[in-house]
């Protein structure tokens, strides 16, 4: 590995999760992106994840809501006088769905799941781009206030699009509040989820359970036999991030063969990690999934 590229390594359950920028190595004719840590949902149709993505302004993206949800306040976090805002780097699919590309990027561990879980059912009127339907993205804070209020501002995106826009730094980032034109907006008052426990480890961002953040992540190699092949794609792993931060369990559940998977497992099982805290703040073992994606450049 030669020269570095900039990529994302995003912590997640969704569609929700942590998000943090890495470095990826790459070669002059491959790279290795690690592209996605996430839950194991997964809505989106194959056929559309390689589609292209475009930044959308926050103005633009709130002409473009058809549909909105606002979270209740959770009791439990209402009491303990917890407040804050949920940040989320929203994906809108070329069908106008919240699609599983969104990542959640920052937030109390309480108010995650009641956030995603409203945002999920946001709709859009799909991104165009001379003819070709595409993925679109921008941030969203999910606020709740001290006075048992919540309320979603939009805020531009922090990643690089395929249309040449660098992506905006989270902290030079203005928020935009609902316009007055945007549809109005349901108040959406489920229950919250409890915490799900199985096999040694809870799922990521379900009943208040946090999310792992990346810490040390070094992106794979390239195999001989990949490279030659010319094969692209994405090895899915399924995985558990200890209380420790360290990996264990490391399954594949998505294969591309070539030796990719093989590299993809070493690879992560060096990863480190900030660990996910559970109800009491305490670090917590949590299922998540995570995406190698290999692309020959």
């Given at each position: 590995m030669h020269s570095f590229m900039a990529t994302t390594i995003l912590v997640y359950g969704l569609l929700a999760g942590q998000f943090m920028a890495a470095q990826v190595?790459?070669?002059?004719?491959?790279?290795?992106?690690?592209?996605?840590?996430?839950?194991?949902?997964?809505d989106t149709p194959a056929n559309t994840e390689l589609r292209r993505i475009k930044n959308i302004a926050p103005e633009e993206m709130w002409n473009r809501v058809t549909q909105c949800v606002f979270p209740g306040y959770p009791a439990r976090a209402l009491d303990s006088h917890i407040t804050g805002a949920v940040d989320i780097g929203l994906a809108v699919s070329p069908e106008g769905d919240v699609g599983n590309?969104?990542?959640v990027l920052d937030g109390p561990p309480l108010l995650v799941q009641p956030a995603m879980a409203a945002i999920r059912r946001w709709k859009f009127r799909p991104n165009m781009v001379q003819g070709e339907g595409t993925w679109s993205r921008v941030r969203v804070l999910v606020r709740f206030n001290a006075d048992g209020t919540t309320a979603v501002?939009?805020?531009?995106?922090?990643?690089?699009?395929?249309?040449?826009?660098p992506g905006t730094p989270k902290l030079t980032a203005a928020a935009v509040p609902k316009p007055a034109s945007s549809p109005q907006c349901e108040l959406m008052n489920e229950p919250t989820q409890a915490p799900i426990f199985e096999n040694g480890a809870y799922k990521a961002g379900i009943g208040g359970i946090g999310f792992p953040g990346c810490?040390?992540?070094?992106?794979p190699s390239y195999s001989d036999q990949a490279r030659l092949a010319k094969i692209s794609g994405i090895v899915v792993l399924h995985l558990i991030v200890t209380a420790d931060g360290h990996t264990a369990n490391i399954q594949v559940q998505r294969s591309l063969g070539y030796g990719?998977?093989?590299?993809?497992?070493?690879?992560?099982?060096?990863?480190?990690f900030r660990p996910a805290l559970g109800l009491d703040g305490k670090p917590v073992p949590v299922w998540t999934d995570i995406e190698a994606n290999f692309r020959i450049k």
């Amino acid at each position: 590995m030669h020269s570095f590229m900039a990529t994302t390594i995003l912590v997640y359950g969704l569609l929700a999760g942590q998000f943090m920028a890495a470095q990826v190595g790459q070669t002059p004719e491959t790279s290795t992106v690690i592209a996605n840590i996430r839950s194991s949902d997964s809505d989106t149709p194959a056929n559309t994840e390689l589609r292209r993505i475009k930044n959308i302004a926050p103005e633009e993206m709130w002409n473009r809501v058809t549909q909105c949800v606002f979270p209740g306040y959770p009791a439990r976090a209402l009491d303990s006088h917890i407040t804050g805002a949920v940040d989320i780097g929203l994906a809108v699919s070329p069908e106008g769905d919240v699609g599983n590309r969104s990542r959640v990027l920052d937030g109390p561990p309480l108010l995650v799941q009641p956030a995603m879980a409203a945002i999920r059912r946001w709709k859009f009127r799909p991104n165009m781009v001379q003819g070709e339907g595409t993925w679109s993205r921008v941030r969203v804070l999910v606020r709740f206030n001290a006075d048992g209020t919540t309320a979603v501002d939009f805020a531009p995106a922090i990643l690089a699009d395929s249309f040449g826009d660098p992506g905006t730094p989270k902290l030079t980032a203005a928020a935009v509040p609902k316009p007055a034109s945007s549809p109005q907006c349901e108040l959406m008052n489920e229950p919250t989820q409890a915490p799900i426990f199985e096999n040694g480890a809870y799922k990521a961002g379900i009943g208040g359970i946090g999310f792992p953040g990346c810490i040390a992540c070094p992106d794979p190699s390239y195999s001989d036999q990949a490279r030659l092949a010319k094969i692209s794609g994405i090895v899915v792993l399924h995985l558990i991030v200890t209380a420790d931060g360290h990996t264990a369990n490391i399954q594949v559940q998505r294969s591309l063969g070539y030796g990719l998977d093989e590299e993809a497992v070493k690879a992560v099982g060096e990863w480190r990690f900030r660990p996910a805290l559970g109800l009491d703040g305490k670090p917590v073992p949590v299922w998540t999934d995570i995406e190698a994606n290999f692309r020959i450049k």
